[in-house]
């Protein structure tokens, strides 16, 4: 019997195997494929451990390669100085079955979460950022702000946040590869054209009126108890998900705002045809184990370069 040999990235490896340029490419290929119906991928199976945390099972297969993520979000982890996703993504080849890869959840999640944002900031801002404010500054704050700095090179990012000292300290941590063009603030910059939210609150931390000279992006609120923007914002905006069917069941500020779902549009048809800018533009990242695969595929092909 013929047993496979696959390769195992470590944490540094697999962001070395996703570089944003590739992985916002082969993101891009994939939501045609997903609307296509090519790439199948089933809402995420949760499950809750005993006394915190929770299991997430997200498969995904297409023609070529299969991929199964299964990732624990366990948030006490932070107590004990530890990083709040921890788990493992296989790759499989579609013919056979056999393993071909195994990658860190947690790194291809941020990465492939800041590529996802950087495709609607294509999608709804072609005429690219000059200044993003990152509302939060925990690690998908550093992976959007790396993945900005690639490919934004004149955008200036600034983090902000609850706590002014906690996002001084990352910023002050990323000046030592970006420079001045990083900074933080207790108040979000009036120049601002693009607003990411990333945090983990309960409630509304985005409180101002919706503006056409400001796309606004939300990935924080993945329950529905979760919000970071206000109804009245989401309300006057023409709204985009990444995953209309996903966002139905996990988008907290879309559904404690009661959308109208035949509203929200999928940011695949905002890549294929411009979005007309009669409103504000609302983009929610929820994810999808799509998503995850054309992370995998953009590893392979860069590994099948090396």
Not at 188 to 196: A, F, G, R
Not at 206 to 214: G, K, V
């Amino acid at each position: 019997m013929t047993h496979a040999s696959y390769t195992v990235l470590s944490s540094e490896e697999t962001a070395r195997a996703l570089p944003y340029p590739e992985l916002v490419a082969q993101l891009g290929k994939a939501m045609a494929q997903y609307a296509a119906g090519t790439i199948v991928a089933p809402t995420r199976q949760v499950l809750d451990y005993p006394k915190t945390g929770k299991m997430l099972s997200m498969p995904a297969i297409s023609h070529d390669i299969g991929v199964h993520k299964l990732a624990n979000v366990m948030l006490d982890n932070q107590q004990q100085g530890l990083g709040s996703i921890q788990g493992l993504v296989s790759v499989y080849d579609a013919q056979s079955g056999l393993p071909m890869l195994v990658m860190d959840a947690p790194t291809l999640s941020e990465r492939r979460t800041a590529a996802v944002s950087m495709l609607g900031i294509q999608a709804l801002w072609p005429q690219g950022p000059e200044h993003i404010t990152l509302l939060g500054y925990g690690q998908q704050a550093l992976a959007h702000c790396d993945a900005v700095m690639t490919l934004y090179p004149k955008a200036h990012v600034t983090l902000t946040g609850r706590n002014i000292d906690r996002a001084q300290a990352v910023a002050t941590s990323l000046q030592t590869r970006f420079g001045e063009r990083v900074q933080a603030a207790a108040a979000i910059p009036e120049q601002t054209d693009v607003l990411i939210a990333l945090t983990s609150s309960l409630t509304p931390v985005y409180h101002e009126p919706a503006r056409l000279d400001r796309l606004l992006i939300g990935l924080g609120a993945f329950q529905v108890d979760m919000a970071e923007f206000e109804a009245h914002t989401l309300l006057a905006s023409r709204l985009y998900a990444d995953d209309v069917s996903g966002a139905r069941h996990e988008a907290g500020d879309l559904i404690q705002a009661e959308v109208d779902w035949e509203q929200v549009h999928s940011i695949h048809q905002a890549l294929r045809t411009p979005a007309p800018r009669d409103k504000p533009f609302f983009f929610k990242s929820v994810g999808s184990a799509a998503w995850d695969l054309a992370a995998a595929r953009c590893a392979l092909q860069h590994l099948n370069q090396a």
